[in-house]
């Protein structure tokens, strides 16, 4: 009789070999028609409202454009943040780099293989990234490691998170979005800028993650 050891050893084993690895062929950011949810009892403008309005709930900044109008927005944006001195740069994901001629807002935009930990530390004010999905009943933004979005410690590390998602990229709940998830890349959700307390019950943000988030709902 096999022990509960190797019994787990092998449930990971197995799903390890049957692991979901393909790759993604269009981009989120251009996503054309809206996520499906069978069990959704709300029409899309009132799930993008709810997206929204949840999304506000945790004290981020939302930002509503058209499909042209990201730059724009993005460099407004920037010129009312207050940036600590010597935070003179930008990490933009990739697929978004194309929108901005070297700097935005008086901010260098840089390439995220270009920037190292001390970098996020020392001079990235926040990141400009896509993401995977956004879920209106709980107001949580997923990412999946895809092409469209900077890597991890690009998110995580500055004080500023600016995040780009498609209005048809919002689906009701995790059920309705679950199929559209790469299960062989690892899932990192948000629900608002980070935020715990400390022994005093008293409210401490920053901690965990970005301090500030800043959500780009593009609409068609």
Do not use: W
Not at 21 to 44: C, N, Y
Not at 45 to 72: C, H, N, W
């Amino acid at each position: 009789m096999p022990s509960s050891k190797n019994e787990i050893l092998q449930r990971i084993r197995q799903a390890n070999t049957s692991q979901v690895t393909g790759v993604r062929t269009q981009s989120t950011l251009i996503r054309t028609t809206p996520m499906g949810d069978s069990e959704a009892k709300l029409d899309h403008d009132d799930l993008v409202k709810q997206f929204i309005e949840r999304v506000e709930d945790y004290r981020s900044t939302m930002v509503e454009i058209g499909p042209d109008e990201l730059a724009s927005a993005f460099e407004k944006v920037l010129l009312g943040i207050e940036a600590r001195e010597g935070f003179d740069t930008i990490c933009v994901a990739p697929p978004l780099l194309h929108l901005f001629n070297k700097t935005v807002a008086g901010y260098k935009v840089t390439h995220p293989d270009r920037l190292t930990l001390k970098d996020y530390n020392s001079k990235v004010l926040g990141t400009l990234t896509g993401c995977a999905i956004g879920l209106a009943a709980s107001g949580t933004i997923i990412f999946n490691s895809s092409d469209d979005e900077a890597p991890g410690i690009s998110t995580l590390v500055p004080d500023h998170l600016f995040v780009v998602i498609n209005e048809s990229q919002i689906a009701q709940d995790i059920v309705g979005a679950i199929t559209s998830f790469d299960l062989g890349r690892p899932l990192t959700m948000v629900s608002g800028p980070s935020a715990t307390s400390d022994i005093e019950l008293a409210r401490v943000e920053g901690v965990h993650g970005p301090r500030n988030l800043t959500v780009f709902v593009v609409r068609q």
